[in-house]
């Protein structure tokens, strides 16, 4: 018996107990429901007989999606690039009439939505971007449409520590006696070598002392030129601190607004730190000062660099300090 058929039966059998006991409150009562509730299965039952007891679904259940083939999505996917603005409706036709395939149109459109081609400009685009690796046929759309294909290609790609170093500012909360505390940190895109600082305030001023304070001569220690930062649009990465990177020639660069995940290294690392250092932290002892704060971070970092093994494709099961101090071992 199903969820469905079980709640039926109860409602037939409260009917039933008012009939007999002639007591439409006492009934309710025994069922602990409201009388109202009470007379709005009655109306259902008179109106639709027993099947108006059903308990009402508000959505309908989500179906399993059709598999279609893998040939037959290439099928679609040659036809939609042979007849680009063609719409869901005449490609389904099409192939029903050469292939003897038979897909409805929103087969077809969800097919080309997964593939990317759910637009007529997306289909066309493609065409345009194959005839200019093919046959050398650019058109100014064509340019400015590679040109941002690479710049996102490029945007957090880096070759070795220094060439693309990740900066976020991560708000650890309000503590009594402490007052608000923020943390600043920096993720290299290269290596994944993580470093973590307490702010004493959020300011561009700050954010500017931990560039040249913390993170210009932790890069020269090691052996790197420290080359570009990308941050988010916050006013701690403005004024003072553009300012600096244009005295230090540091190239700085700020994701697009509302894309977030575009700094995902440092946003990562943030989370890392949150779940595996101060939720647990605050759990184990009571802080009183940023700098009993700054001592623990200080440890976490040192394990997370140096002993934490990180499995992503740039580290492979190495720690981040492996790659980022290999410069300044190979000199010595």
Known sequence: ????????TWRRHVIRRAAELGSVSTACREAGISRTLFYRWQRR????????????????RPGRPPQVPRHVERLVLAAALAWPTWGCGRLAAQ????????????????ILRRWGLGCRRDRLALLERRAAQTCGLLTERTRRQLARARSRSRHVHAEQP???VSLDTFY?????????????????????????WLLPALSAEAAAAFLTGILVPLYRRAGWPLQRVLTDGG?????????????????????KP???????????LQGTILHEHWRVEFRRQYFTNRAAMQRTLDGFMKFYNEQRPHQG???????????????AAAAS
Not at 1 to 8: A, N
Not at 45 to 60: C, F, I, K, S, T
Not at 258 to 268: L, M, P, S
């Open 95 to 110: 192939l029903a009439r050469e292939r003897q395939l038979r897909l409805a149109p929103s087969t077809v459109q969800r």
């Open 45 to 60: 039952l008179e109106r639709y007989g027993v099947d108006g007891l059903h308990p009402r679904r508000q959505h309908a």
């Open 1 to 8: 018996m199903t969820l469905d058929d079980s709640i039926l």
């Open 258 to 268: 509302r894309h977030a995940w575009t700094n995902g290294f440092v946003e990562r």
């Open 172 to 196: 650890i909360g309000k503590l009594k006696g402490v007052g608000k505390v923020w943390q600043i940190t920096a993720c290299d895109a290269a290596c994944s070598y993580g470093v973590a």
């Open 235 to 255: 006013s701690e990465f403005k004024g003072a601190f553009a300012e600096t990177c244009r005295t230090l020639g540091i190239r700085h660069t700020r994701t």
């Open 162 to 164: 220094g060439d693309l």
């Open 313 to 327: 494709y740039r580290l492979r099961g190495r720690v981040p300090a492996e790659i980022f101090w290999g410069a």
